[in-house]
Structure formats: structure tokens, C-alpha cells
């Protein structure tokens, strides 16, 4: 079975073309991405109406770029998937509208996808036609432990079979991803926040100064408001003024080796934060798998 692939959640428009065969071994033969990252920098983040107006420009070029990726037509198709959820509505939207249009005239059947689920199911595949993807060479075991982080989820999920699963905790508050973009922006890094990030952490200290851990009622739940929170603190302190969020003047007021500090340590906490929880899930449930996913 030929399945073309339709996503739109956020800024990213692409289509993909997967096969699937008998023994569910799934191959890559498509993936034809373009992205509204640059448009979205000017703002320091993703403004959901110029989202959707470029996904709309986008996304049949996309689409014929995977057929002529795959060597392939729509003849060769024998499905469509297309997300519904989670991500920005009008994003969303341009993509289920454009699924439905394309199979309605091709005569095709629709398939709607949770793409917080197809994190976790990019892991499945283990071959491609294309050059230059490094995929693993078996697909993963159940039962399986899935850590999804992303701009706009941090959750940790057991499988115990293909789409039989419980939901462990999740954040209650800033995704990670969103943790990253708002510490980049305290600190006056470009978007996105994560290479900002662990660009300007290479150069700092991780152990400069401490930040509290968040601790949760639920043992996988997470938190990162409050480490948000701590590190506008440190600024405002070592500023010796005391600046709110979002500011204009608190990145001027820091120096380059200060903002490096501050990146390296909240780097460190948050990336030690969702480690710890996964390890201890590990260590309760004792999957075959691990598996790490997002984007």
C-alpha cells in the first residue's frame, strides 16, 4: 500500500510518500518539505494567520515535488493521510480542505492522523529510496516507552501495541519547545529558540548558577513555567534591574558571556528534566523500546 502523507500543524508545509507492505515494513520514497521559519523569525515566533496564507501557497507544489521525488503518480497512490490535529487551526485547515479536494478527485480513500502519534510512528521507518536519510535498521519492539518533545508538547507515552497505549503525564504548562523559544527571547536569540539555544550554551557554563527542577503531583507530569520563571529572575539580578517579559531593553542589559551562562544552564535543567522522568519510567515499566520523537 502507496500512501501520500499531508501535514500542515504548524509553519512546515510537506508531503511524504510511504509504502507499506504485508509484514507492516514501512519505506520512505517522498519527503518534500517547505518552511515559513524565516518569515515567522521577524516575530520571534509562529503568527498562525501568515501560517496559514503561506501553507496555502505551498501546498501543491509540495505535493507534486513528492510524486516527482517518488518517481510516482497519483495512479500510483493508493491513500491519503492527512493531520487533523493537534496544531494550529488555519493550518490545519488548509491541509484536511486540500486532503479532501485531492481525494475526492482521484478517487482516493482519506486517512485523518493525529501527528503527535506520527512522531512516534516516524521511528517505524526502516527503509528509503532516497539519498542522504539515515534511517534505523529495525523498527522498534513493543512494549515501548515514546518521550515526544516539541514546541508544543512534552508527554510521555507507553505502548503496549500499535496504537494501545497510555499517556503517562504531560506537560502542564510550556511545552519544551516553547520553554526554549521564550528563554531565547529573555535573552534576545533569534528564533527558534532551540539552535539558539545550544549554540550559545556551547559557549557558557552549565553549572554558572542553579535552577529549580519542577515537581509534580504526577510522577511523569511536567513543568517549565517555573523554570522560565527562575531565569528571568537570575537576569533581572544579575542586571540589578528589574525587568518584565517580553522586554526589549533586558537582552541589551546582559552581556554575550552572561546570555551564554543562562542559555548553557537552562539547557542542562530542561534537558535533565524530561531525561530523568524517561529514565524513571524505564526503570517502572521496563519497555523493550525507547523511543524519542518531535519536532
Given at each position: 500500500?502507496?500512501?501520500?502523507?499531508?501535514?500542515?500543524?504548524?509553519?512546515?508545509?510537506?508531503?511524504?510518500?510511504?509504502?507499506?507492505?504485508?509484514?507492516?515494513?514501512?519505506?520512505?520514497?517522498?519527503?518534500?518539505?517547505?518552511?515559513?521559519?524565516?518569515?515567522?523569525?521577524?516575530?520571534?515566533?509562529?503568527?498562525?494567520?501568515?501560517?496559514?496564507?503561506?501553507?496555502?501557497?505551498?501546498?501543491?507544489?509540495?505535493?507534486?515535488?513528492?510524486l516527482t521525488d517518488a518517481k510516482m503518480t497519483w495512479n500510483d497512490i493508493d491513500a491519503i493521510?492527512?493531520?487533523?490535529?493537534?496544531?494550529?487551526?488555519?493550518?490545519?485547515?488548509?491541509?484536511?480542505?486540500?486532503?479532501?479536494?485531492?481525494?475526492?478527485?482521484?478517487?482516493?480513500?482519506?486517512?485523518?492522523?493525529?501527528?503527535?502519534?506520527?512522531?512516534?510512528?516516524?521511528?517505524?521507518?526502516?527503509?528509503?529510496?532516497?539519498?542522504?536519510?539515515?534511517?534505523?535498521?529495525?523498527?522498534?519492539?513493543?512494549?515501548?516507552?515514546?518521550?515526544?518533545?516539541?514546541?508544543?508538547?512534552?508527554?510521555?507515552?507507553?505502548?503496549?501495541?500499535h496504537f494501545n497505549y497510555t499517556l503517562l503525564g504531560q506537560t502542564q504548562d510550556d511545552a519544551?519547545?516553547?520553554?526554549?523559544?521564550?528563554?531565547?527571547?529573555?535573552?534576545?536569540?533569534?528564533?527558534?529558540?532551540?539552535?539558539?539555544?545550544?549554540?550559545?550554551?556551547?559557549?557558557?557554563?552549565?553549572?554558572?548558577?542553579?535552577?529549580?527542577?519542577?515537581?509534580?503531583?504526577?510522577?511523569?507530569?511536567?513543568?517549565?513555567?517555573?523554570?522560565?520563571?527562575?531565569?528571568?529572575?537570575?537576569?533581572?539580578?544579575?542586571?540589578?534591574?528589574?525587568?518584565?517579559?517580553?522586554?526589549?531593553?533586558?537582552?541589551?542589559?546582559?552581556?554575550?558571556?552572561?546570555?551564554?551562562?543562562?542559555?548553557?544552564?537552562?539547557?542542562?535543567?530542561?534537558?535533565?528534566?524530561?531525561?530523568?522522568?524517561?529514565?524513571?519510567?524505564?526503570?517502572?515499566?521496563?519497555?523493550?523500546?525507547?523511543?524519542?520523537?518531535?519536532?
Amino acid at each position: 500500500m502507496i500512501i501520500l502523507g499531508i501535514e500542515t500543524s504548524c509553519d512546515e508545509t510537506a508531503a511524504g510518500i510511504v509504502e507499506i507492505d504485508n509484514t507492516l515494513t514501512a519505506t520512505l520514497h517522498a519527503n518534500a518539505v517547505l518552511t515559513s521559519m524565516d518569515l515567522h523569525a521577524a516575530y520571534g515566533g509562529v503568527v498562525p494567520e501568515l501560517a496559514a496564507r503561506e501553507h496555502i501557497r505551498s501546498i501543491h507544489p509540495v505535493i507534486e515535488q513528492a510524486l516527482t521525488d517518488a518517481k510516482m503518480t497519483w495512479n500510483d497512490i493508493d491513500a491519503i493521510a492527512v493531520t487533523h490535529g493537534a496544531g494550529l487551526g488555519g493550518s490545519l485547515l488548509v491541509g484536511v480542505l486540500t486532503a479532501r479536494t485531492y481525494a475526492i478527485t482521484k478517487q482516493k480513500p482519506l486517512y485523518a492522523i493525529n501527528h503527535v502519534e506520527g512522531h512516534v510512528y516516524a521511528s517505524f521507518l526502516t527503509h528509503t529510496t532516497l539519498q542522504g536519510y539515515s534511517l534505523p535498521s529495525t523498527a522498534p519492539k513493543f512494549p515501548m516507552l515514546a518521550l515526544i518533545v516539541s514546541g508544543g508538547h512534552t508527554q510521555l507515552v507507553l505502548f503496549k501495541d500499535h496504537f494501545n497505549y497510555t499517556l503517562l503525564g504531560q506537560t502542564q504548562d510550556d511545552a519544551i519547545g516553547e520553554a526554549f523559544d521564550k528563554i531565547a527571547k529573555l535573552t534576545g536569540l533569534p528564533y527558534p529558540g532551540g539552535p539558539s539555544i545550544g549554540k550559545k550554551a556551547a559557549q557558557g557554563d552549565p553549572m554558572a548558577f542553579s535552577l529549580p527542577k519542577s515537581k509534580m503531583p504526577n510522577t511523569y507530569d511536567f513543568s517549565f513555567s517555573g523554570i522560565k520563571t527562575a531565569v528571568l529572575r537570575h537576569a533581572q539580578h544579575a542586571c540589578g534591574k528589574d525587568f518584565t517579559f517580553p522586554s526589549s531593553a533586558l537582552p541589551q542589559a546582559l552581556s554575550e558571556a552572561q546570555k551564554a551562562d543562562i542559555a548553557a544552564v537552562f539547557q542542562r535543567i530542561a534537558i535533565e528534566t524530561v531525561v530523568d522522568k524517561t529514565i524513571q519510567a524505564y526503570n517502572e515499566f521496563s519497555p523493550v523500546s525507547v523511543v524519542i520523537g518531535g519536532g
